[in-house]
């Protein structure tokens, strides 16, 4: 056999480099410039304040994996559940239950897809398949829920963050 030439040898190097280094700054960019593709929309909040849904929306560009929620300094809740909806009516308010274009499911189910453009949901309405156009995240607990942290997973990679509630809790 002919050893390798030092110029195609230097060739595979430089290629192994290339990819190496486009490896490093994908993680870069998740890691310090997106990491919190997960935002908050809006709240409906329950007179007893033990309930609360919270619209969730991905802002990124890869499918969130949500992994676990937790409430009042990493408690875990009587129950968390993401709400999936198929038409333009968000996952928030009353009557949520009989609504038949809005379901809930276990929270680990259903990967929260990037938020679509207002002419994709308008197109995704005419699909004959089902296309989750909206997300939120209903949560029962034993008392008032003063705090909400959520784990999940993001290009392949796990964070857990505090949402910013400010003013939508009673802090008293």
Do not use: C, W
Request: proline letters at 7%; zero cysteines; aromatic letters at 10%.
């Amino acid at each position: 056999m002919k050893p390798k030439s030092k110029p195609l040898r230097r060739l595979g190097y430089l290629g192994l480099g290339l990819l190496l280094s486009a490896i490093l700054l994908y993680l870069l960019f998740l890691l310090f410039l997106r990491p919190t593709p997960i935002k908050v929309g809006g709240f409906t909040s329950f007179t007893d304040e033990n309930t609360m849904i919270f619209e969730v929306i991905n802002e990124g560009f890869a499918d969130v994996e949500l992994l676990d929620v937790r409430v009042n300094d990493g408690r875990k809740p009587a129950k968390a559940e993401l709400g999936v909806s198929y038409s333009l009516h968000l996952v928030g308010g009353e009557g949520l239950d009989e609504d038949p274009d809005i379901e809930f499911v276990d929270i680990r189910e259903i990967p929260i897809r990037p938020e679509l453009m207002p002419d994709e949901k308008r197109a995704a309405l005419n699909q004959s398949s089902r296309i989750p156009l909206n997300y939120g995240i209903r949560l029962y607990n034993d008392e008032p829920i003063t705090q909400i942290e959520v784990k999940y997973k993001y290009g392949g990679i796990t964070f857990t963050r505090e949402l910013p509630m400010g003013r939508f809790f009673n802090n008293g």
